[in-house]
């Protein structure tokens, strides 16, 4: 094997929060188990055990859905303070494997193993060596997938899941990209595969029929990455030190609302607490993105910039007023007001300790 070539894995816990539900309560252990919001709650859910996952239910799925689908259901609420303590061992466990680890989220990171402080050669070997040990310090399992980059250990560690570790070769990375779904490409999102189907786009090898001019029309920037990616290339390094692009704040109501002077309070509460946060991470941002969901969960985001720094929670009201009214809220009854400052003006760490947000476009929140 040529001494260019990374070995990288991505480790991802099998549902998470409602493993480690299970885990400290037997009654739960082959249950359908939703962790979230209640069943008759406006929630949602934010994982749900493979036993719940039969009937149809999911992340970010309301509640109420999820209890029609399964209404002998157990739910839970969430105990952060738990899943944040399991996550801390699990990135322990991976530190003692490599400096290089990079968590994208509370259950999940990318490790580069090229070298390893074991000097195991195989990073399958190193891959097995830690899901083994994660079962045995949390006594949970995580699926794990091992590539020579980011883009296929990421799909890989999803191919046997729960429990399951998937090697891509550099041999067999070609038909493997080749049969791969268009929307199991990380990074194309709901959207962007829908102009991908337009185009005709169905998988790997359809997407590797367009030249990159035609990417870059269609996509702009990400037409350079969907390019590569159908190539197997992906040079991202693993960041240990990943930095925050935004900071934000969102919130779903308790009940539909259309008036706009209770939309305004509500959104004066959110910019009060990006200000907070902002001023505690010492930080201000140059773009601020408002985003309504409306009472049909149709979703839009309107963002302004700005070229002096925005950080009180005053200015941040009084820009989110005009973005407000930028959209068909009042107009429309709304279900959920986010608040976000981005092109933050100031390097800011991904929490020590991590951070609950996801980098999925919206968080759940729970009522
Ligand atoms: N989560 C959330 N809201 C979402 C998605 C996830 O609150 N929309 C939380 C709950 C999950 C955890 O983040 O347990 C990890 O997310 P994953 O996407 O890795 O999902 P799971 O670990 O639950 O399941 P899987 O086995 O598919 O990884
Ligand atoms: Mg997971």
Redesign the pocket.
């Known amino acids: 094997m040529a001494t260019d070539i990374r070995k990288i894995i991505h480790i991802?816990?099998?549902?998470?929060?409602?493993?480690v539900e299970q885990r400290d309560n037997p009654g739960l252990k082959g249950q359908p188990v939703i962790?979230?919001g209640r069943p008759d709650s406006r929630g949602?859910?934010?994982?749900?055990s493979?036993e719940a996952r039969r009937f149809g239910i999911h992340?970010?799925m309301p509640c109420a859905r999820a209890y029609r689908l399964c209404p002998s259901a157990i739910f839970v609420r969430?105990r952060f303070d738990v899943?944040r303590q399991v996550s801390r061992q699990i990135h322990d466990i991976f530190l003692s494997y490599s400096d290089l680890v990079e968590p994208l989220?509370?259950?999940?990171a990318y490790l580069d193993v090229t070298e390893n402080k074991a000097g195991i050669l195989s990073a399958t070997w190193v891959a097995r060596d830690i899901r083994r040990e994660i079962r045995r310090v949390t006594g949970l399992t995580a699926?794990a997938g091992v590539s020579y980059n980011k883009f296929l250990a990421k799909i890989a560690s999803?191919v046997r899941?729960?429990d399951g570790l998937t090697v891509v070769t550099p041999e067999q990375a070609d038909s493997f990209i080749r049969n791969l779904p268009i929307r199991r490409f990380h990074g194309v999102g709901r959207v962007t595969e829908k102009k991908m189907r337009r185009l005709g786009i169905e998988n790997g090898a359809d997407l590797r029929q367009h030249s990159l001019e035609t990417l870059q029309r269609h996509f702009g920037k990400s037409g350079q990455y969907y390019f590569n990616i159908a190539r197997g290339i992906d040079l991202r390094p693993v960041e240990p030190n990943r930095l925050r692009k935004s900071i934000g704040k969102e919130t779903t109501l308790g009940e539909d609302i259309a008036d706009i002077s209770l939309m305004m309070t509500i959104v004066g509460d959110l910019a009060e607490k990006v200000a907070a946060s902002l001023e505690q991470k010492e930080t201000s941002g140059l773009t601020l993105t408002l985003k309504v969901k409306y009472a049909d969960f149709q979703t839009v985001t309107r963002s302004l910039s700005r070229d002096a720094p925005i950080a009180k929670s005053g200015e941040i009201v009084a820009l989110a007023e005009q973005l407000l009214n930028r959209t068909e809220a009042g107009d429309r009854a709304v279900r959920l007001l986010g608040l976000t400052v981005s092109h933050l003006t100031t390097d800011v760490p991904v929490d020590e300790n991590l951070q609950?947000e996801?980098p999925?476009e919206?968080?759940?929140h729970f009522s």
Request: glycine letters at 2%; charged letters at 20%.
């Open positions: 991802d816990m099998d549902a998470f929060y409602a493993a962790v979230g949602v859910v934010a994982t749900c493979y992340s970010a969430p899943y989220s509370l259950d999940e699926s999803d899941k729960p609950l996801l999925l919206s968080s759940p």
